[in-house]
Each structure stands twice: as structure tokens, then as C-alpha cells.
């Protein structure tokens, strides 16, 4: 029991001898410099030295392993451009094929109306002809309802107002075509036309004019001016409108026959000789000359008497 007890003893004692030193000494250890410890600065070296080998190794490992890791690195780069630029085509031939289905949508709508369009037209032209003009002014109203700026259909709603006798709105309508058309010489004609329904000879003259000026080779045209200014007892631009008209169609010999009446009236009796001469030639049965000549004889006589009364 007591040989168990001893050594437990000389434990306690030496633990309470390094304890006792220790207290004692405290400030010494506290103030001791390790660095001052011989061999301790060799020791500090060789751990820097060893550290900066170890640093240096990894580097090294950390550069090799870059070099080895770089042409995966390249082809993955290009992979990856390959990727993006696969996925970009991919994409615009999406775009593409989008747009390609909306412009066949969009032109497959413009065919519809193209052609509902197109019908309307056709069946008011055929109401017009055969004088359907109710009709006719639905069917060209609903077509202008589809396309707002329809020439072809402004002129022939037109038509219909002429031929009912809406002479205002006819004369409206064909001055909206001229603002999309200005240059239309028909329409301007048309315009003349609505004008003398209207009694307004002088803007219906304008009218004819304008179209004259445009396309100068109608002589239909200029024996209708010829009629508008014999209509306003305006001769003498009556003639000249008449002559005009001759010079385009020199063997019509209606033109002939107004050229020789307009002659006389304005006293040009050498033109009224060469007009009566000229249409003899054209037709040389025409009941006509007979008259025309006797008319000419006694203009001049008029002409002579008042010569030697003067």
C-alpha cells in the first residue's frame, strides 16, 4: 500500500518544485528573446529558404500545369466561338423563316383584297354598263372602303354621279382625282363635261384647255372648245379652236363646215373661201355648199357696200 503511495508522492513534489521555479523565474522567461538563442537565426533561414523552394515549385507545377491545361483551354475557346456562331445561324434562319411567314401572310391578305378588289370593280362597271347605277355606286363605294386611294375606282363612282345626274358630287370626285393625277387629261375633260351640265361654260372652257395643253393632238377635243366659245358669242377663239381641229383632221368635213361658218361670221371671208374650196374637194356632194357659198356672196356684198358708203 505505502510502495503504491511513493511514487504518487514524488510526482506532487516535482511538479510543485517546476511550479515553485517558475513563479520565481516568470519575468526572466517573460523577457527572454528566442532570436538571441544560438543557432535559432539558421534555423529561421532554413525556413525561409525551404518556403520560398516550396513557392517557387508551386509556381512552377501551377505554370506547367497552365501550359499543358492551354490547348485545352484554345479548343474549348474555339469550341465555344464555334457554339455561339452555330447558335447565331441557327437563329437568323429562324429570323428568317419568321419573316418569311409573315411576308407570305401579309401577301396573301394583299392577294385577297387584291382580288375582292378587283371583283368589286368588275361587277360595278358591269352594273354601270348595263345602266344598273345603284348598284354600280355600291360596289364602287365598298371597293374605295377596301382601298382608299383607288384611282380606278374614284373615276368610275364618278361616272355613275354624271350619268345619275349628281352633277355636284360627280364634279367633287373628279377634282379629288386630279389631286392624286394631275396630269390626267381625260379626267380634266370629264370636268369640262360636268361644267356645261352645270351652265358654268367659262370653268368648263378652263377645263378643256388644261387637257389641250396636256395632250394637244385631239381634234375632238378642240371642236368641243370651238363649240364651248360659239356658245359665249367668243368667235374669234372659236375659229382658232376650229382651225386647230382642221389641222388635224384636214378631210373631216364637219370641221370644214364650222371652219367656213365661223369664217363668214367673223368676216375672214379669204378663209371662208379656202374652207369652202377645201371642202368641196372632200366632198363634192355635199348639200351644204350650195348654202355656205351663198353665204359668202353675200358678205361680201355686205362687205362691198359698206366699202362705198364709206
Known amino acids: 500500500m505505502i510502495s503504491n503511495i511513493i511514487p504518487f508522492l514524488l510526482i506532487i513534489i516535482s511538479l510543485g518544485t517546476i511550479l515553485f521555479l517558475v513563479l520565481r523565474n516568470y519575468s526572466s522567461i517573460v523577457l527572454l528573446d528566442v532570436d538571441s538563442i ?8 532554413k ?22 491545361a492551354q490547348p485545352v483551354v484554345d479548343k474549348f475557346k474555339s469550341w465555344k466561338t464555334k457554339i455561339q456562331e452555330y447558335i447565331k445561324k441557327i437563329q437568323q434562319k429562324i429570323e428568317a423563316h419568321r419573316e418569311k411567314q409573315k411576308q ?21 362597271e358591269h352594273a354601270l354598263k348595263e345602266k344598273e ?14 382601298d382608299e386611294k383607288n384611282y ?47 351652265e358654268e361654260k367659262e370653268e368648263a372652257v378652263k ?6 395643253l396636256i395632250n394637244e393632238n385631239n381634234s375632238a377635243r378642240f371642236i368641243k372648245l ?28 364637219r370641221y370644214l363646215d364650222k371652219l367656213v361658218e365661223l369664217a363668214i361670221i367673223t368676216d ?30 353675200k358678205a361680201k356684198q355686205k362687205e362691198e357696200k359698206e366699202q362705198s358708203s364709206t
Open 38 to 45: 544560438p543557432g535559432k537565426e539558421d534555423q529561421k533561414k
Open 207 to 212: 377645263y378643256y384647255q388644261q387637257a389641250l
Open 152 to 198: 380606278r375606282a374614284y373615276k368610275d363612282l364618278a361616272d355613275v354621279y354624271f350619268k345619275k345626274g349628281k352633277y355636284g358630287e360627280a364634279k367633287e370626285t373628279f377634282e379629288f382625282l386630279l389631286t392624286l393625277k394631275p396630269e390626267d387629261d381625260a379626267v380634266l375633260v370629264k370636268l369640262g363635261e360636268v361644267c356645261e351640265e352645270l
Open 226 to 253: 370651238t363649240n364651248l366659245f360659239e356658245s359665249i358669242d367668243e368667235y374669234e377663239p372659236a375659229l382658232e379652236s376650229v382651225e386647230q381641229a382642221v389641222a388635224l383632221e384636214p378631210k373631216n368635213p
Open 104 to 124: 407570305q401572310q401579309l401577301n396573301k391578305k394583299r392577294e385577297n383584297k387584291d382580288e375582292v378588289l378587283k371583283d368589286l370593280i368588275k361587277d360595278g
Open 268 to 297: 375672214d371671208l379669204e378663209l371662208a373661201e379656202e374652207g369652202l374650196e377645201q371642202l368641196r374637194m372632200v366632198n363634192p356632194e355635199n348639200e351644204k355648199l350650195a348654202i355656205l357659198r351663198d353665204k359668202i356672196d
Open 47 to 68: 525556413i525561409r529558404y525551404l518556403k520560398k523552394r516550396v513557392q517557387e515549385k508551386a509556381e512552377q507545377v501551377k505554370e506547367d500545369r497552365m501550359k499543358k
Open 133 to 146: 347605277y345603284d348598284l354600280a355606286e355600291e360596289k364602287f363605294l365598298e371597293a374605295i372602303r377596301l
